[in-house]
């Protein structure tokens, strides 16, 4: 073989593997910028803070919802930074109802507003028009304020039911796991035409598995610095009842969601953004019960 014909196949060569090189690495830096620009939607509307997006950050965020529990990790720290440091200040029950409002109000009551009108829809009798119409209607009905105020309750209750050592990791897991289960619910319902129809109708079961990954790290870390931030007990037991009671946590948060979305099918036809916000708002409801039970037992 003459040297020409052996430059030429090493010259072709090294072109085919140059863009096996481009093919494989594109993939992985769009899907690189899809998150970044998907996280930067949801913390642009799933919070108060003032980061301009356009478009494409929004069609991101709907076809990346299983990255939803990263915001739940910010607003479980937020939750958490809040309590200690009005703990510390004042008494434990302006703490707990603190760190219940920094949560509401960062999200914009956006979720909660959601949880009102669902609780509307469910209470009304009737066809699934008539659901669907309570759903829909912008005045707020018995049922929705019942719910809101049950919530409010409920939620109140728990938090002063829950012990020093428990309080911090059941901040972030009842944050992290309600973004969770937001992802179950959106994964296994149909979309409607609303706003988050497109978040809906991009979530599938491949969303939910990956969701659930991302949470099993995300609690992870959020045990670690509870930890460090509480000055907790770091004994063995201690921190098997701590990851014992997020482990039990994300399963019942991952039927919680399940049955959100069979009761919303049911009732309403789809899974809409008010849907995913009563997801969300009961999720933390169910999430706390479980550590209480926990604690109660364990600590």
């Not at 770091?234 to 009671?245: E, L």
Request: with cysteine; charged share 15%; net charge negative.
């Amino acid at each position: 073989m003459s040297d020409e014909m052996v430059d030429e196949q090493v010259t072709t060569t090294e072109e085919i593997s140059d863009v096996k090189e481009d093919v494989v690495s594109a993939p992985v830096e769009e899907s690189s910028a899809d998150a970044i620009s998907a996280l930067k939607g949801m913390f642009s509307f799933f919070t108060i803070l003032p980061i301009n997006i356009d478009q494409k950050e929004m069609d991101s965020m709907n076809k990346e919802l299983w990255l939803a529990p990263v915001v739940g990790l910010f607003y479980g720290l937020l939750a958490m930074v809040v309590f200690e440091l009005v703990s510390n200040i004042s008494t434990y029950v302006l703490a707990c109802a603190l760190s219940i409002f920094s949560v509401e109000f960062v999200n914009r009551f956006l979720h909660f507003d959601g949880m009102i009108d669902v609780g509307d829809g469910l209470m009304v009798a009737g066809r699934r028009e008539d659901h669907t119409r309570a759903l829909k209607d912008t005045l707020v009905g018995a049922g929705g304020v019942a719910t809101a105020a049950m919530f409010i309750l409920i939620i109140f209750s728990e938090l002063l039911s829950l012990n020093a050592n428990s309080i911090a990791m059941a901040l972030v897991a009842a944050e992290v796991l309600a973004r969770f289960a937001q992802v179950v619910t959106a994964g296994f319902g149909s979309p409607s035409n609303g706003m988050a129809g497109a978040s809906v109708r991009n979530t599938d079961k491949t969303s939910i598995l990956m969701a659930a990954v991302l949470t099993v790290i995300l609690l992870a870390i959020g045990c670690v610095i509870a930890t460090f931030v509480t000055h907790l007990d770091t004994g063995a037991f201690c921190r098997a009842s701590c990851y014992f009671g997020a482990a039990i946590s994300m399963a019942v948060a991952f039927l919680w969601g399940y049955v959100m979305s069979k009761v919303a099918m049911k009732n309403f036809g789809f899974v809409n953004g008010d849907v995913l916000g009563a997801t969300n708002q009961t999720t933390r409801i169910v999430v706390l019960l479980v550590m209480i039970l926990i604690t109660v037992n364990f600590w």
